[in-house]
């Protein structure tokens, strides 16, 4: 308040106020200002990337110029904000997805045309926002996008880590991982080093008396750090709303940069204290539905945690209301674990700093979150160790005793004679060394749970949080199924898509309400618009063949089947068994005769997708899709027939390149492992089909979509249990054809067949936990299905249009709907003009 420019001096600042460019000459005046003055270059030394540089500022500006009324009004109205916060946030590309929602891409296009550029050129030099794995980074992202376009009061809180997801390369065939250093020019954050918080860790607790005489306990004597806050703006789709998404850098605490040292010239030791604070920020933990339990993740959580608790705390204190008034103004959504912690912290916060009872904080705290689980995986369950805890946050252990035990006293009241179940539902588990079950801890601080797609949602309940479904009634768990932005999944990523669905429709109105999308079926029988949709399909693949010529020297035919696998490898989401499948299908090849070759569906079996740098059998399945490639691409017998490709470094831009050029994607998780999968819909939404397991969003998306319109394949989730108990007690013999393709690889068809030794004993002497054996064969019949299918062509348009009219539920605007109402209890602001 004190830096608010006196009443008689505003209108002055009003008549100066920044204004956001209108039209073409103004966008190109203020390009061509920053190439020329931000940039210091001239039309004599300007490339695609000082196009792009000048380009993004341009937006920029105007971004930032929509985010700063927005920021006001919402003060102004001063109604409940919604905090969504998330170790994650796989953003991708801005400036063209800034074009798009502020709807100035042809303005730009035309206005750097002129100046001597394309746009694509242009759009194409920006490196992605990689601060995520996979589904639940990309989800944040999606979450955000709804959010403004909705005019919610809606902040993204995050890491803004130095190095984000790293690069992939693929050497000799195996996966190699490159640093992704994002930051060398990053026009679309705002450092605010004003808004600093300190965050201290270690230290012990003593407890005190106040000047009351009152007992109160202190925290003190750590080591502090300091973190800084970096802003990005979020703009809504024809909105002025413009969000925000705050990230968290790490630095040293001021006073903490050990001078002493640096003048006693111990220069390197005060230098190692300045990054011992800075690596906090510093990377990305390269893990998808795997927690490696690592002190500094850790020690990331919480300062994350503190960091954005203190600036929402702050931001209520200035209203002036009553803390009981907390949750009315403030909720706060949990993605996934990660910032459990910010349960601990605010009880914290309210018990040993403002001084409230226990149980009125608690209750503060109970109204104010919800959490979002996203697996039912055991190995991706965080778990801290407790030792690890009392060292690095000794007052926060002793929150979390309370908590659990209040919470146990509760459930003995509830089921006196069970005492197995306060061992089950104990927070701390008793192992050695004792750990905490963080979703326990979310689950117990929280008013809502929810899973992320209907199947998934009644899974947890089932399963792994079934007693806390005895315990709270089942009222507490919810379910909010997946969706996808379709400004950036369709009307960016597919533009001639998105242009004919406006043609018919009669505008662009279907991209913030996506249920329109059903009025396309009227135009299902109308021969020139289906010309046009499978023109557009095919121009995405000639898109995709040549980026896939370009860069890895295949040459895959347009006309080809496009048979894509794009995601995290992981062993539950089976990429083992689509190159199973393609090895299967070369050896059919290879026993043709070329008459009966002449009669086969070409196909381009396309895979992409980052193993966790630690997790070897993901690396190894790698390791054979480019060894199948390898030796199929090069024989010359079965040329357009079957082409095999791994695109590297799999992120946000090369999905929006990929995702549009597919006939059908592989979703062939196991079924019960895969919370819900978010890239089903992209496809489906971008004309393409499935080839899919009975899981996750798979199974919502066949109840919208018609099952005539989807290739489901495998055993379902309910048979899961059974089929793995017989592995174990081996009562399953392998799959024949599967054991036939095994043998191929034992051959030594592959190269070095001892590389593949663990993949394959996986599946033998492993128990084959993922169930490859038993949905192989239902896996191929299926595959002879989509061929069949995709003979028929017309029939094929048919289904992929269908599909898309049918794919309105699958928008994020309908998620955030829901978890506004649902979980949050927000209202949209109406936006500024
Ligand atoms: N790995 C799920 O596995 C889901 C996303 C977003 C995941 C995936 O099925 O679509 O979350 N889970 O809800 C976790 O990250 C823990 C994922 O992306």
């Not at 200035?318 to 706060?332: C, E, G, L, N, Y």
């Not at 309940?461 to 009222?475: E, H, L, N």
Request: aromatic residues 10%; glycine residues 6%; charged residues 25%.
């Amino acid at each position: 308040v004190e830096a608010s420019i006196p009443q008689q001096l505003r209108e002055a600042w009003r008549k100066l106020a920044a204004c956001e460019f209108q039209g073409k000459e103004q966008f190109q005046r203020e390009v061509v200002r920053h190439v020329e003055t931000t940039l210091a270059r001239s039309m004599y030394n300007c490339d695609d990337a000082a196009a792009y540089a000048g380009t993004a500022l341009a937006l920029r500006d105007k971004l930032v110029i929509g985010w700063n009324k927005t920021q006001q009004n919402q003060t102004l109205q001063d109604q409940k904000r919604v905090y969504y916060l998330s170790l994650e946030f796989l953003m991708g590309r801005a400036l063209d997805n800034a074009m798009l929602n502020t709807q100035v891409k042809d303005v730009a296009r035309d206005g750097i045309a002129e100046l001597g550029f394309r746009i694509e050129d242009v759009i194409n030099q920006e490196h992605d926002a990689a601060l995520g794995n996979g589904g639940l980074g990309r989800l944040a992202a999606c979450f955000l996008d709804g959010l403004a376009t909705l005019n919610y009061p809606g902040w993204g809180y995050g890491l803004r880590y130095r190095y984000g997801i790293f690069k992939q390369e693929i050497v000799d065939g195996y996966q190699v991982e490159v640093p992704d250093y994002w930051l060398d020019f990053n026009p679309w954050e705002f450092p605010r080093p004003d808004v600093a918080v300190d965050v201290m860790f270690y230290g012990y607790v003593k407890k005190d008396t106040d000047s009351d005489g009152k007992t109160i306990i202190v925290w003190e004597g750590g080591e502090i750090v300091q973190a800084i806050a970096y802003d990005v703006p979020v703009p809504g789709f024809d909105t002025s709303t413009t969000n925000n998404l705050r990230l968290w850098s790490s630095k040293p605490a001021s006073g903490e940069f050990d001078f002493q040292k640096f003048n006693s010239g111990d220069y390197e030791g005060s230098i190692r204290d300045q990054q011992r604070a800075e690596t906090i920020s510093a990377v990305l933990y390269p893990n998808d539905n795997i927690s490696a339990g690592k002190e500094l993740r850790l020690k990331q959580q919480y300062f994350w945690v503190a960091a954005s608790l203190h600036d929402i705390v702050r931001r209520f204190k200035k209203t002036h209301r009553p803390w009981s008034q907390f949750p009315d103004q403030v909720a706060i959504q949990l993605n996934d674990t990660h910032p459990t912690l910010a349960i601990v912290e605010l009880q914290r916060i309210l018990i040993d700093v403002e001084h409230i009872p226990w149980d009125q904080a608690w209750e503060i705290v109970t109204a104010t979150f919800g959490y979002t689980n996203h697996t039912v995986l055991p190995e991706a369950l965080e778990k801290w160790s407790v030792p690890l805890m009392q060292h690095l946050l000794p007052r926060h252990l002793q929150i979390i005793y309370d908590i659990n035990l209040f919470f146990l006293q509760k459930v003995e009241r509830m089921f006196p004679k069970d005492r197995e179940m306060l061992t089950r539902v104990s927070i701390i588990e008793e192992s050695q060394p004792q750990v905490l079950r963080m979703a326990y801890l979310a689950i117990i601080g929280s008013h809502k749970v929810n899973g992320v797609a209907e199947l998934h949602s009644d899974l947890i309940k089932a399963t792994i949080f079934k007693d806390f479904v005895a315990i709270y009634g089942p009222d507490k768990f919810a379910n909010v199924t997946n969706g996808i932005t379709p400004r950036r999944w369709l009307h960016q990523a597919n533009p001639k898509l998105s242009d004919l669905i406006a043609s018919k429709l009669g505008g662009y109105e279907f991209l913030k309400e996506l249920s329109q999308l059903e009025r396309l079926r009227p135009f299902i029988d109308d021969k020139e618009f289906r010309r046009e949709w499978m023109e557009i399909k095919l121009s995405n693949k000639i898109r995709l063949a040549k980026y896939i010529r370009d860069t890895t020297g295949i040459s895959v035919n347009p006309h080809a089947l496009f048979d894509i696998q794009v995601k995290r490898i992981h062993e539950y989401k089976r990429q083992q068994m689509n190159i199973f499948g393609v090895i299967d299908r070369y050896l059919n090849l290879k026993a043709m005769t070329s008459e009966e070759r002449k009669k086969v569906v070409p196909r381009a079996s396309i895979f992409g997708g980052k193993a966790a740098p630690g997790y070897w059998m993901a690396k190894t399945i790698i390791r054979l899709i480019n060894a199948v490639g390898e030796v199929v691409n090069k024989d010359k017998d079965i040329g357009d027939l079957l082409k095999v490709v791994f695109i590297e470094d799999y992120n946000v831009s090369k999905a929006e390149l990929i995702i549009p050029a597919s006939d059908i994607s592989e979703h062939i998780s196991t079924a019960g492992t895969e919370a819900s999968g978010t890239s089903n819909m992209k496809f489906v939404l971008n004309g393409g089909l499935i080839i899919g397991t009975c899981d996750g969003a798979n199974i919502e998306i066949t109840r919208e979509i018609g099952d005539e319109n989807i290739f489901l394949l495998g055993n379902l989730a309910e048979d899961v249990e059974d089929l793995r108990h017989r592995h174990r007690y081996g009562q399953v013999e392998m799959d024949p054809k599967l054991r036939a393709v095994c043998d191929e690889i034992e051959k030594g068809t592959f190269g070095d067949p001892s590389v593949y030794e663990g993949l394959i004993s996986s599946l033998t002497t492993g128990c084959d936990y993922y169930l490859v054996s038993d949905d192989f064969s239902s896996y191929l019949t299926t595959q002879d299905l989509v061929d069949e299918a995709y003979r028929d062509k017309d029939g094929w348009a048919t289904k992929c249009i269908n599909s898309v009219a049918s794919m309105g539920f699958f928008s994020a605007d309908r998620c955030i709907n829901e978890y506004a109402d649902m979980i949050w209890n927000v209202e949209p602001l109406v936006p500024v003009k």
